[in-house]
């Protein structure tokens, strides 16, 4: 099921979840020269959680400004500016679009170069008031450009677009709502040309098309998104045929391959989303007035992909954690929306970690709806035991099984449960009688059971080790488990010995690659079956030779083996036994019935990981000296870590996945 939590694909990216951030104006730039602040550095890296940020409207050009302190992107120094901005969004894991807004005649000669007429499709004075340096002033009548001029202005579309993937972003959204230029060309009030611009609708719409098109050349169309919002009415926008123009218009943009249709309604009372939707081919975001329930209510209907948030992103920097935590949310001071300074702009309160502990739990046994984010009460550091605020946790084969209930005979469990049996974190307290760990040190351990998908987790100090300087977090949480139940299936339990031959089914795994390596690195004959798409990546960790599953039958293949060592069950254990020498035993981790069907004669058994800190700690020393790679095949933030879980269920990728919180 889609949630505002799950990710999902725009154009070329992949995000974390389905809430966007709304371009909002926050008037926090320098005046002069359009160059953003160093407090938006800080203001977009607090809300870099959300799955895309769309920042504030940027002139692509000085005669694109409308309103005091906001930002451009046609110099070199706003370039600079703006890539402090995605670097330390990025840094957070985030995704950020730059939306370039050309206000045309919205604006005013004391914010243009010269004290120059602002420009517009015709000439026609909007009803209202500009924001100006000295105080609101009302709107002047605009010089219409002329024919010839119309290719300048799209060309610095052009050169914005190019501009902005120069200073970082991911990608960039034509502004065509709120009144501004493209919509001043495409709606009847304010388009009276006799030229190819004006008059008919498709005339009407040719400017949008052709700055996408610009657009498009420089960044290609699944970065280039755009906003349309019908019948906003805002900045005195009228259009005589509403409907006629937006379904005309949006016909033409399901062509063009768009990373995103942005569509915000606001006083419309025709279903704008209902007509629009199926027109398009691409991803949808819905915007203008939801709420996390309605949010959800829209994905879950098929009526959007994503859902934009405005005013609640703006007062809420943790807005996702909010809504998965169903937390209360910080109200929005309008007083301080376009002030200059940090009030009202970067210090809006973001939960604190010890206002909560959130912990993935499943609720019955089944598929991915069983499991939810809950809030969960704090856990104390009993004698023995640390608090460790986990930095991120290994998904292991073992998520999936207790989610389905396949092994609820064998981990009897009271539910809710909480999942995750393998974490990397920092130490927060000490219970009496500890040692060896101290408040702020750095540790990863398995838990021996379940619980290490939660904020905070209290474990015995005897089951974590402290975790080398070299080696990150998210290193760290893909060695526990993995590496020890390869260890110690193939020699605690396994046996095997220099000069034997190992067979290793799914040996692309996290657990599988540590196998291949050790068995390498003790000298056995090592066998794999695998698929050919990771053939490259096991012979460099050390197999002599890969079989691709999918198209070979490895019993056919296989010389007699002395160990299988079987991490996928099913029919794959089953014609196991054949390739087995007289004294061959099978080791397995996927089949906890192996006991029953193991055939008379042959040795076969279920392995069960043993806590061992000084094994893991020998093992973290060869990962960090780069005798051991620790293979990861994707890092996903805790709220895609439902659907990790899943994915790991068919194989997906090599290597380990790990959550990071």
């Known amino acids: 099921m889609n949630t505002l939590s799950t990710a999902v694909q725009i154009g070329r990216h992949t995000l974390r979840n ?58 070199d120094a706003q370039v600079a500016a703006w890539k402090l901005v995605t670097d330390a969004v990025h840094a957070e894991g985030g995704r950020i679009f730059l939306q370039v807004m050309h206000t045309g ?9 010269g004290g120059a007429q602002p420009v517009a499709p015709s000439a026609i004075k909007a009803a209202g008031q500009a924001y100006t340096a000295s105080g609101l002033a009302d709107f002047v009548t605009p010089r219409a450009l002329e024919t010839s001029e119309v290719a300048g202005v799209v060309a610095e579309y052009r050169l914005a677009a190019r501009r902005a993937l120069e200073a970082g972003f991911d990608g960039v959204e034509l502004h065509a709502a709120s009144g501004y230029l493209p919509e001043q060309f495409l709606s ?15 005339n009407r719409a040719r400017f949008i098309l052709e700055v996408l098109d610009a657009m498009i050349l420089e960044a290609g169309s699944d970065r280039v998104g755009i ?90 920097p943790d807005l996702p954690r909010r809504f998965a935590l169903n937390a209360q949310l910080n109200t929005p001071n309008p007083a301080l929306f376009y002030a200059p300074g940090a009030q009202g702009y970067i210090d809006y309160p973001a939960l604190a970690d010890s206002e909560s502990n959130r912990a993935l739990r499943i609720h019955a046994y089944g598929g991915t709806e069983v499991m939810q984010w809950d809030e969960v009460p704090m856990p104390q550091a009993a004698p023995g035991e640390v608090l460790v605020r986990v ?59 379940v619980g290490a998908y939660a904020r905070h987790v209290a474990l ?52 599988g690659s540590y196998a291949v390596q050790f068995a390498k690195q003790a000298g056995a004959r090592v066998l794999v079956t695998a698929q050919s798409r990771n053939a490259d990546l096991l012979r460099r960790l050390g197999a002599d030779e890969v079989i691709d599953y999918k198209t070979t039958r490895f019993e056919e293949l296989v010389d007699i083996v002395d160990l299988v060592f079987d991490l996928v069950g099913g029919e794959t254990l089953d014609r196991s ?51 051991l790679t620790a293979v990861i095949s994707e890092v996903v933030t805790a709220e895609q870590a439902v659907d990790a879980i899943e994915r790991n269920k068919t194989g997906h990728g090599a290597g380990k996945t790990v959550v990071r919180f």
């Open 18 to 75: 389905r809430m966007v951030m709304a371009p909002m104006t926050r008037s926090r730039a320098n005046d002069d020269d359009g160059v953003q602040s160093e407090l938006a550095v800080t203001y977009y890296r607090q809300r870099a959680s959300a799955g895309l940020i769309v920042t504030e409207g940027t002139s692509p050009s000085a005669m694109g400004k409308g309103y005091v302190r906001t930002p451009g992107i046609y110099s």
């Open 105 to 113: 005649r919205i604006s005013h000669p004391s914010m243009l170069p």
């Open 188 to 202: 009847s009030g304010t388009n009276q040309r006799g030229d190819q611009y004006g008059g008919s609708i498709p």
């Open 227 to 316: 906003k349309i919002s019908p019948e906003m009415g805002f900045n005195d926008i009228k259009d005589e045929s509403p409907v006629e123009t937006y379904t005309y218009l949006v016909r033409q943009l399901a062509a063009l391959g768009l990373a995103y249709l942005h569509v915000a309604t606001f006083k419309a009372e025709y279903d704008y989303h209902g007509a629009l939707r199926p027109l398009f081919n691409g991803t949808y975001i819905l915007g203008a007035g939801q709420t996390r329930e309605t949010g959800e209510q829209r994905i879950a209907a098929g009526e959007a992909d994503a859902v934009a948030y405005g005013s609640a992103f703006l007062a809420n």
């Open 391 to 449: 930095a991120a946790a290994g998904v292991n084969g073992l998520d999936w099984k207790i989610r389905d209930g396949l092994v609820k005979d064998v981990f009897k469990l009271p539910l809710p449960a909480t999942l995750g049996i393998e974490l990397a974190g920092e130490v927060v307290a000490v219970g009496e009688g500890v040692t060896g760990h101290a408040i702020g040190s750095r540790v990863f351990g398995a838990l021996g059971g």
């Open 460 to 511: 015995a100090a005897s089951k974590l080790v402290p975790t080398p300087a070299v080696i990150d977090d998210a290193t760290a949480a893909a060695i526990p488990v993995a590496a020890m139940t390869a260890w110690q299936a193939l020699f605690d339990a396994g046996k095997l010995q220099r000069g034997e031959t190992v067979l290793i089914h799914g040996a692309a795994g996290g657990v």
């Open 577 to 627: 036994w054949q390739v087995l020498s007289p004294q061959g035993r099978i080791i397995s981790t996927a089949a906890p019935d192996i006991a029953a069907r193991v055939p008379a004669g042959r040795r076969g058994s279920w392995f069960a990981l043993q806590q061992n800190g000084e094994l893991l700690a020998r093992i973290a020393a060869q990962v960090a000296s780069g005798e």
